[in-house]
């Protein structure tokens, strides 16, 4: 018997049945151990020992494997065939010698590109040893994240109170980020003025043209500067007599694309199917392991985590053959196509992501949902980058008047040949094949210039990132690795440094503020060259040309020296620093030229920047004596520094006060010891606020009405997501405070109906029925809880993450979220603290008296009293 260990369950199943009875396939779920996460995990005084722990959830999966082991005579370790893989399998084989479970057993390392029985069986055949160098890459990767994590994030916790952490490539993507926003908040819009018309002939339909030059002049952007200017143009164009100076058609060649890599895949399923990177990743891993085929589970898609952009011979063979017989011999090319990646560090180890089979074409396969659309979005690409060259036609006119005073240019793309556009076409150019048909017409004809228009424009700031756009430029600069790319902008958004609006990333205070700390005193390590030399060193490491310690040797030294150096460091200094760096998007310039920083309440004072538990905030050095604040960012909102009485109350002749707060701005009734208080809703500003308001806040909860069903009370309230009206324990929300304060019972009735007729649809907070999971049968919805939203499946409640719109999760996404879930186990409750024993009272002679009146034995003090030493905190891991 050969024991065989791949990475996931479902590939196991799949394998096995490849292999036949003579071979046993388990899962180790992933990585079985990982440095723990406190400090001392790698020590670099120690040569950069490492210590590594067994995941709890891998004991079980571990003694599974160790017990298979014992009725087989061989150990075939097939993990994914990437670093990460390779790691794993090390991992197992460290964990099972020190275990004495292998004895005198055979050990192999194999690989395959894809989950069909030829790849599997074919990589059966041909093992290897264990790649050590590949190894020693990942080692000199897991070393350099912890120690960059778990060094500077505390500096970051004690210097700038309300950071979170600091992740090595990690940091540099948010720099990306925060930099664009501040070139977009310190870009100055620039007027200009272009000219249109529709030219019309005897020969055809009207056509579009684009006035060029002016006076003998070439037109630039910015030639026509005001409306002034734009007018003058419209105008001597109607005035001028126009004819054609000139036709011109050039023949155009395009061709096609190489297959899909792991970053290009993600760029264009955002662009093409706004699918996230871990969506797409999702999605990519189920194609890969495969679906039911005719009884047999077939990997459709090879590995998706790679940068080459290659595919071997075999498949470039059956993907010529699907091309002559699906769409004739004319959309093949006379030779066979071979790329090279073009993108910095890219490793030509693998190859493209490509179907396992051309001749599975999507509409044959019946898949559904994200899986079909991302499987012809693969197929589509990787059979184009094989097909013949595009013929297009690209005619340009040029018109004029005979006194050389306006110029016109018009100018269409016809297609003469489709070739691999019938199949796939490059987004930005898709319009293009599409684009104005001009009529047949020949130089000296005369046209008449018809709608000739001024059009106002300005220019625009570079738009926001977007995942794609933001993995592109990370390839670009040769930050990171494909495979980590996901992961990257998910911990970004875990941590709150940034937030996707609209799907492009906007920088959070938070994170702008770490960035600005990092620019200033770890300058070094959050440089886009520095970080990309750091990936191709550790490059070097994986093609076995550079020793793995050494490279972390020459990281520590710099690093360590550096973290030094910030030891001596005030929160002040910190601060004053970041006032200058954060200078123009804090304290932006003001119109009449006087001090931007200075206090508008006080009249010595200085405006800096502030940072507490809940986060950063502008504030008055002269604090306390000066309140003011405002919040963090261009043009922030101001607080009021002092609390305003708006009025006394009619009923209890208290007055009325308007504060604010840590936790924002409220209403108050009187200075009691704990008085009424009620924070003001999101929708209602801070300005208008009057006396009226804030006993109407105060007033609450409104009782609405009796219910006419059961004669219980319907009341509204505002509670911490907003206003509600609430009834027999069903909340039914309100869109404003407003519709709080004025709803009637009819149509509290009919709200809280509705939200009883959603709850019996779906459950409570049900925000889609999926349907009845495919191993359980049970029913499986999206719901919507307090702390987002989350899949449910019977008792199991798996989180669903950030960056995935919970409208767009569909059956296999749930099942993988509760498969997840599952093996993670049940989170573990907290022990409640042992109770105190009371002192037992002493026996007296005394006569016995009642128990309301027995003395205490005060003088006794009991050990339970020693309160325990506080253990540090040990610093997440990056």
């Known amino acids: 018997m050969n024991l065989v260990i791949v990475e996931s369950p479902a590939k196991a199943k799949t394998i096995e049945k490849y292999l036949g009875k003579d071979y046993k396939v388990l899962a180790s779920f992933g990585h079985i151990r990982d440095l723990p996460s406190k400090n001392g995990s790698v020590r670099p005084d120690e040569d950069f020992a490492m210590d590594w722990a067994v995941d709890t959830r891998a004991k079980k999966r571990i003694t599974d494997i160790v017990n298979a082991l014992k009725s087989s005579d061989k150990l075939i370790l097939a993990t994914d065939p990437d670093r990460e893989g390779e790691a794993i399998s090390w991992h197992l084989l460290e964990v099972l010698e020190k275990k004495k479970a292998l004895k005198d057993k055979q050990v192999e390392r194999v690989v395959f590109n894809a989950i069909t029985k030829k790849s599997v069986t074919d990589a059966i055949k041909a093992p ?13 990767r897991r070393a ?48 200009y003025w272009t000219v249109d018309t529709d030219i019309a002939s005897t020969k055809g339909k009207n056509f579009p043209a684009k006035l060029v030059s002016l006076n003998g002049d070439k037109l630039t952007k910015f030639s026509l500067g005001n409306e002034k200017a734009g007018h003058a143009a419209r105008d001597t164009v109607k005035a001028a007599s126009l004819s054609i100076s000139s036709v011109t058609a050039k023949p155009v060649k395009r061709n096609p694309l190489p297959p899909y890599t792991t970053s ?34 077939v990997g459709l898609i090879t590995y998706m985590r790679t940068d080459g952009v290659s595919m071997v011979g075999e498949a470039i063979s059956e993907a010529r053959s699907t091309i002559t017989n699906k769409f004739g011999a004319k959309y093949l090319p006379e030779k066979v196509r071979l790329y090279k990646s073009k993108a910095k560090n890219a490793q030509e180890a693998h190859e493209a992501i490509r179907p396992t089979s051309f001749t599975r074409a999507p509409a044959d ?37 005979k006194a050389g005073t306006v110029g016109f240019r018009a100018s269409g793309t016809v297609v003469r ?83 996707l609006d609209k799907k492009r990333f906007i920088p959070a205070d938070k994170g702008r503020l770490v960035i600005a700390f990092l620019e200033e005193f770890f300058t070094k390590y959050v440089q886009y060259d520095y970080t990309a030399e750091l990936e191709e060193r550790l490059d070097l490491v994986s093609d076995g040309k550079l020793e793995w310690k050494k490279l972390l040797a020459n990281f520590w030294e710099g690093f360590a020296a550096q973290v030094d150096g910030t030891k001596e460091l005030r929160i002040t200094q910190v601060l004053d620093a970041l006032n200058v760096a954060l200078g123009p998007m804090v304290f932006p310039e003001k119109e009449d030229g006087s001090d931007p ?31 003011y604040t405002r919040s963090f960012g261009k043009g922030g909102e101001e607080t009021p520094s002092e609390d305003t009485v708006l009025g006394t109350d009619p009923d209890s002749g208290l007055d009325v006060w308007l504060k604010t707060g840590r936790y924002g701005p409220y209403v108050q009734l009187g200075e009691e010891k704990k008085p009424k208080r009620t924070s003001l809703p999101k929708d209602w500003p801070f300005d208008s606020i009057d006396l009226f308001k804030a006993l109407k806040l105060l007033s609450l909860p409104r009782h609405v009405g009796d219910h006419p069903e059961d004669g219980k009370k319907i009341t509204g309230a505002i509670g911490r997501y907003g206003p509600y009206i609430l009834h027999a324990g069903v909340y039914a929300n309100l869109e404003s405070a407003d519709e709080m304060f004025e709803v009637g019972v009819n149509r509290a009735v ?14 409570a907070g049900a925000l889609k029925e999926l349907g009845d999971h495919p191993e359980t049968k049970k029913p499986v919805r999206v719901m919507s809880g307090r702390y987002g939203p989350y899949v449910k499946c019977e008792k199991v409640n798996a989180t669903i993450p950030k960056d995935v719109d919970p409208n767009d999760v569909t059956m296999d996404m749930a099942v993988e979220y509760i498969a997840a879930k599952i093996a993670k186990g049940p989170a573990k409750k907290r022990k409640a603290p042992a109770k105190k024993k009371k002192a037992p009272a002493k ?30 905190a040990a610093p997440k891991k990056d």
């Open 750 to 763: 009919v709200l809280l109906a509705e939200k009883k007729a959603k709850r019996g649809a779906g459950g």
């Open 417 to 499: 040949f489709d070739g691999f556009m019938v199949l796939f076409q490059e987004r930005a150019k898709k319009a293009e094949a599409d684009n104005v048909r001009l009529p047949d017409i020949a130089a000296n004809d005369m046209v008449v210039a018809e709608k000739v228009e001024a059009e106002q424009h300005f220019t625009q700031p570079p738009p926001r990132y977007s995942e794609a756009s933001l993995v592109k430029k990370m390839e670009e600069l040769g930050i990171g690795r494909p495979s980590t790319y996901a992961s990257i902008l998910k911990v970004l958004q875990d941590r709150d440094y940034v937030t």
């Open 128 to 140: 290897r040893e264990l790649d050590m160098e590949l190894v020693n890459a990942y080692l000199a």
């Open 365 to 401: 396969l019946h898949l559904s949902g994200d899986q079909a659309k991302l499987y012809e979005l693969i197929w589509n690409r990787a059979m184009a980058s094989q097909m013949a060259t595009a013929q297009l036609e690209r005619t340009t006119i040029e018109i004029g008047d």
């Open 597 to 627: 920083r200075k206090c508008p309440t006080c009249d010595d004072g200085q405006l800096s920047l502030k940072v507490s538990r809940f986060g950063s905030f502008i504030g008055c050095t002269n604090y306390p004596d000066c309140k």
């Open 264 to 297: 290009t895949l993600q760029q264009d399923a955002s662009g093409r199917l706004g699918f996230s990177a871990t969506r797409t990743m999702q999605t990519a891993q189920k194609l890969y392991e495969g679906i039911n085929i005719g009884g047999e589970t």
């Open 144 to 191: 350099l994240d912890y120690l960059v994590g778990f060094t500077l994030s505390p500096v970051l916790w004690r210097k700038l109170p309300g950071a979170r952490s600091a992740g090595r490539v990690q940091s540099v993507c948010l720099r990306l980020i925060t930099e664009r926003e501040t070139e977009i908040e310190q870009f100055q819009n620039q007027e």
């Open 843 to 872: 026996k007296t002679v005394a006569k016995k008296k009642p128990a309301a009146k027995k003395k205490p034995a005060a003088k006794k003090k009991p050990a339970a009293r020693k309160t325990p030493a506080k253990k540090k």
